[in-house]
């Protein structure tokens, strides 16, 4: 059960590439969750997703797609780059219902992206 | 809207004293309350969560936290603090009353950097 995995670890693009932040879940969660994480500004949930084919916007969604086609994968989408993107990007996943987690959320190791 | 204050940017604690890291929130209604443990590049981690019943909420690693409704805070506790505890410390909420696609969503502080000083 390895939880909640993210690719690539770290990466620098270049202003105006696109890219695709990966994430993968193996604990049949419902929903799923993507992050940034900006010094001293705690998290900013970008999307969600409540399961495969349904997502939503959350607080600071402009500059991002996502889309959920299976239970286990929610990748997300940067199509073209800005500095103000730089950031770490945390996926997670939780259970729902009320005898699930009640939205305790499994949180992956993170992404960290540079943008020059 | 629900929000979440962390009044703290840091706190600094010898080791084997007692430590606390503030949380206090707003919320519409009942609130679910959780903390969580960032340590250096690494994801979030959970400690504990609120969710009814007993005030005095107990989670990994000897951390508990005290759920207090008069005074709108769930502080995070440690009677003894351990140099491993040094991290960063996020508190979140969520509010009991909500429904729909959305209400799983958690508002998270903008958190507090543990130090323990051997």
């Known amino acids: 059960n390895a939880g909640v995995t993210q690719t690539p670890k770290f990466r620098i693009l270049k202003i105006g590439q696109s890219m695709t932040l990966q994430c993968t879940q193996d604990m049949n969660h419902n929903y799923m969750y993507w992050y940034r994480q900006d010094p001293g500004m705690g998290l900013k949930l970008i999307y969600y997703s409540v399961g495969a084919g349904i997502t939503d916007k959350g607080e600071v969604p402009n500059g991002y797609n996502v889309s959920r086609s299976t239970t286990e994968d929610f990748p997300l989408r940067l199509e073209l780059a800005a500095p103000s993107q730089t950031s770490v990007y945390f996926c997670?996943?939780?259970?729902?219902?009320?005898?699930?987690?009640?939205?305790?959320?499994?949180f992956g190791p993170g992404t960290r992206l540079l943008v020059l | 809207a629900q929000s979440v204050a962390q009044p703290e940017d840091q706190v600094n604690v010898a080791e084997g004293n007692p430590l606390t890291v503030k949380c206090t929130y707003s919320?519409?209604?009942?609130?679910?309350l959780f903390w969580y443990v960032q340590y250096p590049n690494r994801g979030l981690q959970f400690l504990l969560k609120?969710?009814?019943?007993?005030?005095l909420v107990k989670g990994s690693y000897g951390f508990e936290a005290e759920f207090n409704k008069s005074q709108t805070s769930f502080h995070l506790k440690k009677p003894s603090a351990l140099v491993s505890d040094s991290a960063l410390y996020f508190c979140?909420?969520?509010?009991?009353?909500?429904?729909?696609?959305?209400?799983?969503?958690?508002?998270f502080g903008k958190g507090t950097k543990l130090s323990v000083i051997p």
């Open positions: 997670a996943s939780s259970s729902g219902g009320t005898s699930g987690g009640l939205g305790t959320q499994y």
């Open positions: 979140a909420v969520r509010s009991r009353g909500t429904s729909g696609a959305g209400s799983y969503q958690l508002t």
């Open positions: 919320v519409s209604g009942n609130p679910y």
């Open positions: 609120y969710i009814t019943g007993d005030n």
